[in-house]
């Protein structure tokens, strides 16, 4: 019997590393990053409707509920591509930063695109909804897949990777929004003397050395983000100084993460952070691997 509504937990993501190799004639960039899903998530819930249509309810009032959401764009790919001739209704929780460096919105979008193959029984495999997902952003391939990966091409070309070593993480966004767009468009390549070492972070995952890879931790977009937003910095320095073996800014900003190896420490440093106003959420994670 098929079911008639879903509940999908979608995973936001950390970069552990981010390079960008060069951006290509049509304006797209190439990156060479490691990407992490982590325990922080939305909660997304699908209802098949009788009729035609695409509704949408968010916790969040200022989020769009028609056309210009990424989740209303998921499921009407779907629908047209696969002659869904039902409607749905999807409430978005959020609890991801928006608009963060985490992939909130593609997460999201790759969970409609998940849980309307399993409601309306469409027998798409993985591959199949990732190729789809491309067409409505490079991050949603990767949410698809979730777990540790090395990301290529304009984000679509996915590699496994072992399990990242076992810590803790705290996550932290300053109360400040960042435009990818801005970013990419004001990241000065032929003027960066240094990439990070992505093939490094890669190696040290392999050989589960947690010391090693925090030590390569490095996201090349951070040098057009902290200029706008010093604060990021402090974030980043405040969490080493309370126990993190390194700190970065995730994705385009502005949400930074630290790593940790202790629990006592993270949740210590996690309370700390709160009576500050550097950040406004504040979570403590871990990896997450399926």
């Known amino acids: 019997m098929r079911m008639d509504s879903i509940q999908l937990r979608a995973m936001g993501k950390i970069n552990l590393g981010l390079d960008v190799v060069r951006r290509?004639?049509?304006?797209?960039?190439?990156?060479k990053m490691v990407m992490q899903t982590v325990n922080l998530f939305d909660r997304i819930g699908i209802t098949v409707q009788p009729s035609p249509g695409i509704h949408i309810t968010s916790n969040l009032p200022y989020l769009p509920t028609n056309e210009n959401n990424i989740v209303y764009k998921a499921a009407q790919l779907l629908i047209q591509t696969c002659g869904i001739e039902q409607g749905v209704s999807?409430?978005?929780e959020k609890h991801i930063p928006v608009a963060a460096g985490m992939a909130g919105g593609s997460t999201d979008a790759a969970a409609v695109l998940y849980g309307m193959n399993r409601l309306?029984?469409?027998?798409?495999?993985?591959?199949?909804?990732m190729e789809l997902g491309v067409r409505l952003g490079a991050d949603v391939p990767y949410c698809i897949m979730r777990g540790t990966a090395l990301s290529e091409g304009i984000g679509e070309i996915l590699t496994p990777l072992p399990a990242m070593?076992?810590?803790?993480?705290?996550?932290?966004?300053?109360?400040?929004?960042?435009?990818?767009?801005?970013?990419y468009e004001n990241l000065r390549l032929d003027e960066l003397s240094h990439h990070p070492d992505i093939d490094g972070i890669v190696q040290a995952i392999r050989e589960n050395d947690l010391e090693g890879m925090c030590a390569?931790?490095?996201n090349v977009l951070e040098t057009v983000t902290i200029g706008r937003h010093p604060q990021i910095l402090k974030i980043k320095q405040f969490m080493k100084e309370h126990g993190a073996i390194n700190a970065l800014m995730?994705?385009?900003?502005?949400?930074?993460?630290?790593?940790?190896?202790?629990e006592r420490e993270t949740r210590s440093a996690c309370e700390k952070l709160r009576e500050t106003d550097l950040a406004r959420q504040v979570y403590v994670v871990k990896p997450f691997n399926p």
């Open 120 to 129: 309306f029984d469409l027998g798409l495999g993985r591959r199949q909804l």
């Open 250 to 262: 995730s994705g385009s900003g502005p949400t930074v993460f630290g790593i940790f190896s202790d």
């Open 216 to 218: 390569l931790l490095e």
């Open 90 to 92: 999807v409430s978005l």
């Open 24 to 31: 290509r004639p049509d304006g797209y960039h190439e990156v």
């Open 165 to 183: 070593p076992d810590c803790w993480i705290l996550i932290a966004k300053p109360p400040v929004s960042v435009s990818t767009k801005f970013v």
